[in-house]
């Protein structure tokens, strides 16, 4: 709490600086009725005050104000002349209220005001003609509050307004009558209500509408889609809602759609015509349903198309002609659904290609990457084959992407072993993030390591950057040697307890010996190299990686025994 002395001070500094703006914060009625010099004001902002009521005529004396707030003040009652004189206001805001009810507050209309905020109020109804006194508003904010009903003619008189927001709330259904008259209305937000039906004729007279968000609500229809005024419409968003069927042609009037999201619905069918007449669209989002099937010819028409998000469905395969005419394509995201195969033609058209998203399928090939087309640039292509099937892959024709992840696959142990000591450029993930903790340093370590397969059994490799380990202990640790260059032995980590189920102990040894022996015979040959050409630089230059296997307990009593 500001004490009122310090608030007071405040006020007097400022007026005599002749500043027009004002902030006011945890005040009471007595500060504001105290504010002096209020023709200078152009600007008040009250918020966090006690003001549950307003008189009539209580701004009568700030009738220079263009800008007024207040908000977090408990308002719940304000007098039916209470905003009188206001006449040179622009923005009003009375968020984050009580205010259950709404009146004209003035008995002249409020005739440049362009910007009403009532959001997070407890408002319950409009009635009929609610906002006539407003006649200049562009801006209308009444979201969250508590609105079910909306009586005809609402909105009348309002026919600048552009941008409605009546999103969280509890409204049913949207009415032929409820936005009539809003010829210029060009973003209309109702999403988060319980709308389960909207009436054809709901956005007839609504021509210049581009945005319309109806997410978060119970739809299971777009018959209202088909409707005139929603011709002109750029983003639709019907995500988390109920829709089951597109039907054919159902999309054939909104001919200027660029961003369609239907995420979150109940659709298990993409029909071929269900989509076409989307001649614009830039960007389609179908993920989280419940697609299993997908006509070769359902994105035929959006030759436009940017951007597809089918992730989190329940394809198994992809109908190889299927983006055959989505030449323009840059981001396809396939992720999360149960995919075996892909042919070598299905990308071959896309010549801009920039992502390719096909992590958490089973894919157990990955040749389809041979097939994309000629012209792409796949110096600019992230590629993501995480969590498939896949045992081998071809690195050779691969390496030149800008990035490929290939973690957490079921790689052939012999074969990724063979390719992980082979130098692999940073742009190629194998690893997948473990968590250890090391007996050494008590600390939790995060490291990576790669998992593999070998006939039967299941195994896992972790690379150690040697380079990122201490090399020196201190104190009363009980756990082994320092570092020795001209002997190397393994950085003293001791049995991580490693929270993972898939890791093999028995086999552990053997692979930890191979690496060993692979890792110091290639240390060895280096040093003897470097020593030779240049003695001096040896020192603090091995940024090997090592691939090794994590059991050193046994391993480093016996060294520390002999
Ligand atoms: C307003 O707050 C001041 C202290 O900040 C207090 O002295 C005064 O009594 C309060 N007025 C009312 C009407 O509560
Ligand atoms: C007013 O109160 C709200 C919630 O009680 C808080 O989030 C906000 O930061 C406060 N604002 C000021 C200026 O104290
Ligand atoms: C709003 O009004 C209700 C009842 O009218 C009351 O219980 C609640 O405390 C009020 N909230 C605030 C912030 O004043
Ligand atoms: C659609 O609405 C959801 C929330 O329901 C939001 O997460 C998503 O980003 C919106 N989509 C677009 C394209 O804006
Ligand atoms: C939509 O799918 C969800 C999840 O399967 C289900 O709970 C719900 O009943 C379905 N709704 C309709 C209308 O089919
Ligand atoms: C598609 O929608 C889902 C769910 O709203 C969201 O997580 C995802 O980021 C969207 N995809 C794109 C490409 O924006
Ligand atoms: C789509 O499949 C049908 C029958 O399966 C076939 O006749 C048609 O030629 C295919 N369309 C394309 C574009 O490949
Ligand atoms: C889209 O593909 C179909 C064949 O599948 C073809 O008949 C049609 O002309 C193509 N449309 C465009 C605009 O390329
Ligand atoms: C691997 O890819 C390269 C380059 O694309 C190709 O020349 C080679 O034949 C491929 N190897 C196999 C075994 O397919
Ligand atoms: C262990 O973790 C603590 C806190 O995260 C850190 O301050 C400390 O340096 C770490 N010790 C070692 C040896 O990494
Ligand atoms: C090996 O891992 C795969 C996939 O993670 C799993 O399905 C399989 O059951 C595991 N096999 C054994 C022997 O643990």
């Given at each position: 709490m500001y004490p009122l002395p310090l608030s007071l001070l405040l006020l007097i500094l400022s007026f005599s600086f002749r500043v027009s703006s004002l902030q006011l914060s945890k005040c009471n009625k007595t500060e504001v009725t105290l504010i002096r010099d209020t023709e200078l004001l152009t600007s008040l902002t009250l918020s966090n005050c006690s003001l549950s009521h307003l008189e009539n005529?209580?701004?009568?004396?700030?009738?220079?104000?263009?800008h007024l707030e207040l908000q977090h003040s408990g308002l719940s009652a304000l007098d039916v002349f209470s905003l009188n004189g206001l006449t040179r206001l622009q923005y009003l805001s009375l968020s984050h209220n009580n205010l259950s009810t709404l009146r004209s507050w003035s008995s002249e209309p409020l005739g440049a005001l362009t910007n009403l905020d009532l959001s997070h109020n407890r408002l319950s109804k409009l009635s009929a003609r609610s906002f006539e006194p407003y006649p200049q508003l562009q801006q209308l904010d009444l979201r969250n509050n508590q609105i079910n009903e909306i009586e005809e003619d609402s909105f009348y008189g309002l026919p600048h307004l552009k941008h409605l927001h009546l999103n969280g709330n509890q409204l049913q259904h949207l009415d032929g009558s409820f936005f009539r008259g809003l010829h210029r209305l060009s973003s209309l937000s109702v999403q988060h209500n319980l709308i389960d039906s909207i009436e054809m004729e709901s956005f007839e007279s609504n021509t210049h509408l581009r945005s319309l968000r109806l997410d978060q609500n119970l739809l299971s229809s777009l018959q209202f889609l088909s409707q005139r005024g929603l011709a002109r419409l750029v983003h639709l968003n019907l995500s988390n809602n109920r829709v089951q069927k597109l039907e054919p042609l159902q999309f054939s009037k909104n001919f200027e759609l660029q961003d369609l999201d239907l995420s979150f619905n109940n659709l298990t069918k993409l029909n071929k015509e269900a989509l076409s007449g989307l001649d614009s669209l830039e960007r389609l989002n179908i993920s989280h349903n419940f697609v299993d099937t997908v006509d070769n010819e359902s994105l035929n028409s959006l030759v436009t198309l940017l951007q597809i998000d089918v992730s989190f469905n329940r394809l198994i395969t992809i109908p190889k002609s299927l983006f055959e005419n989505n030449t323009q394509l840059e981001e396809i995201i396939l992720a999360n659904?149960?995919?075996g195969k892909l042919s070598p033609q299905t990308f071959h058209k896309q010549n801009h290609l920039r992502y390719l998203k096909l992590s958490g399928n089973a894919l157990g090939e990955a040749d389809f990457l041979q097939g994309l087309s000629p012209s792409l640039n796949s110096i600019s292509l992230y590629v993501d084959l995480s969590t498939n099937r896949l045992k081998s892959v071809n690195l050779s024709s691969l390496l030149h992407f800008r990035y490929l992840n290939l973690a957490n696959n079921n790689w052939n142990c012999a074969w990724l072993v063979a390719n992980l000591v082979r130098k692999l450029p940073a742009s190629v993930n194998f690893a997948r993030p473990w968590t250890v903790i090391n007996d050494w340093s008590k600390n939790i370590t995060n490291i990576e390591g790669v998992d593999c397969s070998e006939g039967e059994r299941n195994r896992s490799i972790i690379l150690l950057?040697?380079?990122?380990?201490?090399?020196q202990k201190t104190g009363n640790c009980e756990c082994g040697q320092t570092y020795d260059q001209s002997n190397p032995s393994p950085p003293p980590l001791t049995w991580p307890k490693i929270p993972t189920d898939r890791f093999d102990s028995r086999s552990v040894i053997i692979w930890m010996l191979v690496a060993i022996a692979i890792a110091f015979a290639g240390l060895r040959w280096l040093r003897r190299f470097v020593d030779r050409n240049e003695k001096s630089k040896l020192g603090n230059k091995l940024n090997n990686v090592y691939i090794s296997k994590v059991q050193w307990q046994p391993v480093r009593n016996d060294l520390e025994r002999s």
């Open positions: 005529a209580f701004f009568v004396r700030f009738d220079h104000l263009l659904n149960q995919i950057d040697v380079s990122t380990l201490p090399h």
